[in-house]
């Protein structure tokens, strides 16, 4: 806790030497006529998001045609890639000069909601969203976000590449011991530089699949207590470096070099894996970059399944904008306007409102239909979705993930570096 709060402190004495820059960077005026005036009448809001550029193109037409629709409303938009996103947010936001309006994970929600970063939104309309997924964006029974897209957690392969290879492809219900065996069989077919699998050594959200599938829990309790079981922790540890030994996964050097939905250095669109983790709604951020040539399967499963639901990301407003209204009135209008659900489609999950699924479901491309399988695949027997408490998204991404780079690398034993992450986690979960 106490390296958490000094994070913190730290974060806010650098955004106030660099807010002129932090607000300038990666950012781009809509209706830059109306940015610059006086006239109380107009509102400008800020707004943050990350993803493909796929995601881009489509929110930006969404907030054009708002702006429409509202011509006393202009934006300021900012939008990045996952990688830095939340480092730049935390700088912002300890700075209270974060954006209006901004997208927010389940692993961030309560670290923001329980500083009181984010604003009470629920005058937004989500009579038509089910309730589970309602649920999943509040924070002491209040809402602190939307939900925007229905997902569900799965691997992505590369279907043309199995096809070459003359191999069956994964199919839905599959083990983790079909996958383990699948990428032994094919390693042998494929080029040097190749590997059938992308190693998840340091990744906590595929290992959380793994525990889940042998019946031991999510990560972290309802509590917020650990609950990495040991035993299970060391045999996941045990399989993945029988694998790197093997050459069925990619090398260490490889492993940390990816920089997901990057064309060039995304391990799978670059063709350096044939299988890694993917969500439902990544799936777009795939296709888009070689259409057609990717297919979506449900996690693995052992004693249980693995798989499960959840939201695809959230929209949330600052506690500190001053024009909270307005923003959530935006919300309101991502989620259950028409018009904006054409434009959208499927950039950030399969639509939650369930009378816009209903119009959009019908038309939708191979690649939408993907998505929407793969959740109804995971759906009756998913197991329960749990965020994690306040400090999981550093935890997840930060300590975690440093101690298995470590592993990776043959810097630390497996059961030094399981009582590592565990000081990790008792350190930054509060």
């Known amino acids: 806790m106490k390296k958490n709060i000094k994070k913190w402190l730290v974060l806010m004495i650098a955004s106030i030497l660099m807010m002129s820059l932090v607000a300038c960077s990666a950012s781009t005026n809509s209706k830059s006529d109306n940015s610059s005036s006086s006239d109380d009448s107009n509102t400008k809001l800020r707004i943050v998001w990350w993803g493909s550029q796929e995601r881009h193109d489509a929110t930006l037409k969404a907030i054009e045609l708002y702006e429409e629709k509202n011509p006393n409303v202009s934006f300021e938009v900012e939008f990045s890639g996952w990688d830095g996103y939340w480092d730049k947010l935390a700088t912002q936001a300890a700075a209270k000069n974060a954006p209006d309006i901004i997208q927010m994970d389940a692993s961030y929600l309560q670290e923001y909601a329980g500083r009181n970063q984010l604003a009470d939104l629920s005058g937004v309309n989500t009579s038509d969203i089910d309730p589970s997924l309602v649920e999943s964006g509040k924070y002491k029974d209040k809402a602190y976000a939307v939900p925007l897209g229905n997902n569900a957690i799965g691997m992505v392969y590369n279907k043309s590449a199995f096809e070459k290879l003359g191999v069956e492809p994964p199919e839905n219900g599959w083990t983790w011991d079909d996958l383990f065996t699948l990428a032994k069989e094919i390693q042998p077919k494929l080029e040097d530089g190749v590997y059938a699998l992308r190693d998840f050594t340091y990744d906590p959200g595929v290992y959380e699949l793994y525990q889940l599938s042998k019946g031991k829990g999510h990560l972290s309790k309802e509590d917020g207590s650990f609950n990495i079981d040991k035993e299970t922790w060391l045999e996941w540890q045990s399989i993945f470096k029988e694998l790197r030994e093997l050459g069925v996964v990619t090398p260490p050097d490889v492993t940390v070099s990816e920089q997901e939905y990057d064309p060039k250095q995304d391990l799978l669109l670059n063709n350096t894996v044939l299988i890694k983790q993917s969500f439902a709604a990544q799936f777009p951020s795939y296709d888009s970059v070689q259409p057609g040539s990717y297919a979506l399967v449900t996690a693995p499963r052992s004693d249980e399944a693995g798989g499960y639901l959840k939201p695809s990301m959230f929209w949330s407003v600052s506690e500190h904008s001053k024009n909270k209204e307005e923003a959530q009135k935006f919300v309101d209008f991502f989620i259950n306007d ?73 810097q630390i034993e497996p059961e030094e570096a399981f009582e590592e992450i565990k000081r990790e986690y008792e350190d930054t979960i509060n």
Do not use: C, H, M
């Open 338 to 410: 028409p018009e904006a659900a054409e434009i959208l489609g499927v950039s950030r999950g399969i639509p939650v409102s369930n009378k816009i699924l209903e119009t959009l479901s019908p038309s939708f491309s191979e690649s939408e239909t993907a998505q929407l399988t793969l959740i109804n695949e995971t759906a009756p027997d998913a197991q329960p979705f749990n965020g994690g408490p306040k400090g999981w998204g550093d935890f997840a991404n930060n300590g975690y993930r440093q101690v298995g780079e470590q592993l990776t690398f043959g």
